[in-house]
C-alpha cells in the first residue's frame, strides 16, 4: 500500500478478518483501513471469485493489477502491478509509476510505508 497526501501526518489504522476451510480449500478475508485524513477503505477477498476484490462495494479486476495506491480521502488508485517483487527494476517501474501519478488525486505530498 502506498498512501498518498497525509497531510496531518496521522497514521493508517487497519482491522482485518479471515477464515478458511481446508477441507473445502475456501477462503473469505476482509477488512478495513483508515488514513490519518479519515478516509475509510474496506475490502473483500473470497475464494469463490478471487480474481475480483471488492473494494468500497466496486469490484476491481486483479488480474489488472494487484497493487493499489490510497490517499488521505480513501479515495482508490488501481496499478497495473502485480505484487511487490524483490528486483529492484520493479520498485524502479513502481516508483515511475507513482511519480507520473501524482496529480491522480490531487495531492502532492506522499508517504512510504
Not at 489504522?13 to 477488512?31: A, E, I
Request: glycine share 10%.
Amino acid at each position: 500500500m502506498r498512501l498518498e497526501g497525509d497531510s496531518d501526518g496521522g497514521d493508517v489504522n487497519s482491522s482485518t478478518s479471515h477464515t478458511s476451510n481446508p477441507k473445502t480449500r475456501t477462503f473469505d478475508c476482509s477488512g478495513t483501513l483508515t488514513t490519518g485524513g479519515k478516509g475509510t477503505v474496506s475490502y473483500k477477498l473470497s475464494s469463490a471469485d478471487a480474481q475480483v476484490m471488492p473494494i468500497n462495494d466496486k469490484p476491481y479486476d486483479l488480474s489488472q493489477g494487484r497493487v493499489f495506491m490510497i490517499n488521505a480521502a480513501g479515495q482508490i488508485s488501481h496499478t497495473p502491478f502485480a505484487p511487490l517483487d524483490a528486483s529492484k527494476q520493479y520498485v524502479m517501474h513502481l516508483e515511475q509509476y507513482v511519480d507520473a501519478n501524482k496529480g491522480l488525486h490531487g495531492t502532492s505530498q506522499q508517504r512510504r510505508p
